[in-house]
């Protein structure tokens, strides 16, 4: 049952999206953001990033399952969420022949705001990103970088309470990558919850508290950085044994975990920077005879290895 929580910025239940062509890009997503939060989305090129964000700004329409922004339900009360969510999409979308500071101004109409007080937003926010002294370039005349900063000016102007970016740092070079951060971060430090979509690992690190991995449609983690991280630092081993085991193999050490599978194998979970040679010996000293091992990879590591390293 689906409650208003407004202590929530984002609330997704049961979201499905199948395209026109029949395929299914989303599988059921069930995903909680709560306010203040810097929570990142990642995934592969093709997980469905793009289109839960198509879906949350209103530009694609779900198949099934719904979305409450700040407890309102974004197909019901659409001038409502639009006033309090900002986004930057991947593409950059103004019009290459208009002057920098008339893109704000005219974003900033779209939200009522006129006159004098669009100025002033705009140059406040044209300010934050370093774009003041371009305000009457054509936006063609910007450099890649400038043109990302001014999606993200643009998307400020209304002061939305969210802030959702899609790949914002996608083909910026790394000095402006940590610029752009170091802006994002004060922004959320100042009260503004902010979810990013991004396929790089470290870039989730360095800003998110709270992170959900997405594959093929569907969640396959949502967790805090924290927890991701001690996770991907350790590495389970499978043991099989040449006898029948009577008692598990203990270990005399906190990091190590030892869980029996049958009766001719067990698994054992450490540390990635574990030196293993450790374990044979002490597994030696317990009289166990080992046949074989091998790592188990469980689907998230599966997924790091194959395309979300950075
Ligand atoms: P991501 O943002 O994670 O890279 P997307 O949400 O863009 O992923 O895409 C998810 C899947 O849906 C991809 O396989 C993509 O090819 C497919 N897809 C996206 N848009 C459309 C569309 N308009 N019609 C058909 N398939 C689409």
């Known amino acids: 049952m689906l409650t208003n929580n407004p202590k929530y910025a ?45 879906i949350i700004s209103t530009l694609v329409r779900a198949s099934s399952g719904t979305i409450q922004v700040f407890g309102q339900n974004v197909a019901t009360h659409v001038y409502e969420t639009k006033l309090s969510l900002g986004i930057v999409p991947q593409e950059i979308n103004f019009s290459q022949f208009e002057k920098v500071g008339d893109i704000v101004i005219t974003q900033a109409g779209y939200y009522g705001l006129r006159g004098e007080l669009a100025k002033q937003r705009a140059e406040k926010y044209l300010r934050k990103l370093d774009l003041w002294e371009k305000r009457d370039n054509r936006s063609r005349m910007l450099s890649g970088g ?78 805090s ?30 990091d190590i975990q030892c869980n029996a599978i049958d009766s001719h194998s067990f698994e054992v979970s450490l540390s990635t920077s574990r030196d293993i040679n450790g374990l044979y010996a002490a597994l030696s000293d317990q009289g166990v005879l080992i046949k074989g091992m091998r790592n188990k990879t469980n689907r998230l590591e599966e997924l790091f290895l194959s395309s979300l390293k950075s």
């Open 146 to 223: 400038m043109k990302r900063r001014l999606m993200i000016a643009r998307a400020l102007v209304h002061e939305p309470r969210l802030l959702i970016l899609d790949e914002p740092t996608a083909g910026v070079d790394i000095e402006l990558r940590r610029s752009m951060w170091e802006f994002l971060q004060e922004l959320n430090r100042n009260g503004t919850t902010i979810i990013l979509t991004t396929h790089y690992l470290e870039e989730a690190e360095s800003l998110c508290r709270n992170i959900a991995i997405i594959n093929q449609g569907q969640i396959v983690e949502n967790t």
């Open 10 to 54: 984002i609330s997704i239940r049961g979201l499905t999206k199948t395209y026109a062509n029949g395929f299914q890009a989303l599988k059921g997503i069930d995903l909680d953001v709560q306010e203040n939060d810097f929570f990142a989305l990642l995934g592969p090129n093709g997980a469905g990033k793009s289109t839960i964000i198509g």
């Open 225 to 254: 950085m924290r927890k991701l991280l001690d996770k991907l630092a350790r590495q389970t081993l499978i043991f099989d044994t040449c006898d029948e085991l009577k008692t598990l193999p203990a270990f005399n050490d906190s």
